[in-house]
Structures are given as structure tokens and as C-alpha cells.
């Protein structure tokens, strides 16, 4: 299996080396800084669960640049989260480290469901308007998504610290949807990193007001 394996992926690699020659046309498309990293965690996790399959595929640190090239050109037109989700549902289902196609079809399977990807669903959990139960969502995965994180969080915090926190909750919740499961459970919140100080009884009151505003 590992010499199949191996043969495979120098085949992917030959492919690269031999498209590398051609100068990019205008209308090829480049991976963005979110698709970027997605794929450098998706190596690192197949690293972390195929660890000997992985170096014996990416022997060296210029197979594997050579090899994220490769994978960047054909994942372009998939969002980061789909890319995460699809990684994440290879390593559950395989034993053997998979390969990009099989990684592909992970992905269109996620493109299938139809769902915005973790940025753009943001926006919209952000900007759609109360009551939120009756907004007309691109898909009911960003209204749960937006309910995990907190509407009252969501709108009154800047994005730099909202969105991460929507982002998760929005994984989370694309990872169960892919495997069929219910989205509608509730999901467990993450620990803030620093403690909060109580707030008055007063603010309590008035964040009460506002969070039934935004239902």
C-alpha cells in the first residue's frame, strides 16, 4: 500500500513540474490568505495521522512545497472551510493517507450542501435583521451558527474577535451537517481565555433588553 502510495503521489508531482513551465493565465485563480493556511493545516493534520505514510509521500521539504502547490491550484475554487471540513472527514473515514482527488470529492460532497463559506455566512448572520428566526437565511446552518455564537456577542463586538468565535461554531456546525447529524443541538461553548468580571445588575437588565430585541 505505502509503494502505491508513494507512486501516486510522484505521478501528482511529475504533473506539477510539467505545468510549472506554462506562464498562469489571467484567468487562473490564486488561493487567498484563508485558503492558504487552511492547507497548511491540512498537511499538518495528515502529518499528525499518517505520520509514516505522510514522510514517505513528502520525503523532503522541496516534494512537499512542490506538493502544496500542487494541491493550492486544485483547491482554489473551494472555500478554507470546506478544504478544513473535507481534511477533517478524510482522516475520520481513511486509514491511508489520502490523496488530492480524494480530497476533491470530500470537498464537492461540502459544496453539495449548498452552504455560503465561514466568511461570508458572518456577514449575514451579522447584518440580517431582527427577529432573526423569520430572516430568510442563505442556509438554516448560518442562523444556528449565529445563535451558538450569541447575537448580542456577534453585534456588539468587532470582528477581529467575533468572528473566530462564529467561525468555530460554524465548523462545528458544517462538520455535523456533512455526516447527516442534527444541527439544531446546541453547541458547547469554548472557555474564554481571560475571567469576566460580573456585570451589574443594571447592565444585566439592559443586556436582557437587548438580547430580546435581537430574537
Known amino acids: 500500500m505505502d509503494k502505491q502510495l508513494l507512486n501516486r503521489t510522484t505521478q501528482q508531482l511529475k504533473q506539477v513540474c510539467a505545468d510549472s513551465t506554462t506562464p498562469a493565465g489571467e484567468g487562473q485563480k490564486a488561493a487567498n490568505t484563508e485558503q492558504k493556511s487552511a492547507l ?9 495521522n499518517y505520520h509514516n505514510q505522510f ?22 475554487d ?16 481513511s486509514s491511508y493517507l489520502p490523496n488530492v482527488h480524494e ?8 459544496g453539495e450542501l449548498g452552504v455560503p463559506d465561514a466568511y461570508a455566512a458572518y456577514i449575514e448572520a451579522c447584518r440580517a435583521p431582527s427577529p432573526k428566526k423569520t430572516f430568510a437565511w442563505s442556509h438554516p446552518v448560518v442562523y444556528f451558527a449565529g445563535r451558538a455564537s450569541d447575537w448580542f456577542f456577534l453585534a ?16 462545528l456546525l458544517l462538520q455535523r451537517l456533512q455526516q447527516g447529524e442534527d444541527i439544531q443541538l446546541t453547541i458547547e461553548k469554548a472557555l474564554p ?18 438580547l430580546k430585541s435581537l430574537l
Request: hydrophobic fraction near 45%; glycine fraction near 0%; charge should be positive.
Open 103 to 110: 480530497v476533491i470529492s470530500r470537498c464537492d460532497l461540502a
Open 156 to 171: 456588539n463586538n468587532a470582528e477581529y474577535k467575533a468572528f473566530p468565535v462564529f467561525k468555530r461554531n460554524y465548523d
Open 40 to 48: 497548511n493545516q491540512m498537511f499538518e493534520l495528515f502529518r499528525f
Open 193 to 210: 481565555e481571560t475571567s469576566e468580571r460580573p456585570l451589574a445588575r443594571q447592565q444585566q437588565q439592559e443586556k436582557l433588553q437587548q
Open 78 to 93: 473551494y472555500p478554507a472551510s470546506t478544504i478544513l471540513a473535507a481534511a477533517e472527514r478524510a482522516v475520520k473515514e
Open 55 to 76: 514522510l514517505k509521500a513528502f520525503p523532503d521539504a522541496a516534494t512537499l512545497i512542490t506538493a502544496k502547490r500542487l494541491w493550492s491550484r486544485l483547491l482554489v
